[in-house]
């Protein structure tokens, strides 16, 4: 699946989505924070967004190296 089919079918699950929230089909919560529209849309682009940038910040920690990383440690013999 190329990059622009794989964007329109995002494109078309998003659109879905908010038009059945705004269509007034979503389950009945307990609590007062999922009932205003768009919701669990909103919820999950922002917890996407935030595992996205808190992973980048630790993996970069963990995984890049020095620029002269390679050229220290001493001569070859």
């Known amino acids: ?4 089919k794989t964007y329109l079918a995002c494109a078309v699950i998003l659109v879905s989505s908010a038009a059945a929230e705004f269509g007034g089909v979503h389950l009945h919560a307990p609590h007062w924070w999922p009932l205003p529209f768009g919701y669990n849309i909103a919820f999950g ?4 967004w935030l595992l996205i940038i808190v992973s980048k910040m630790i993996m ?3 995984l890049q190296r020095d620029e002269d990383y390679y050229d220290q440690g001493g001569e070859d013999k």
């Not at 699946?1 to 622009?4: A, E, V």
Request: glycine content about 10%.
């Open 1 to 4: 699946m190329d990059m622009q």
């Open 45 to 48: 682009f922002v917890g996407a």
């Open 60 to 62: 970069a920690r963990l």
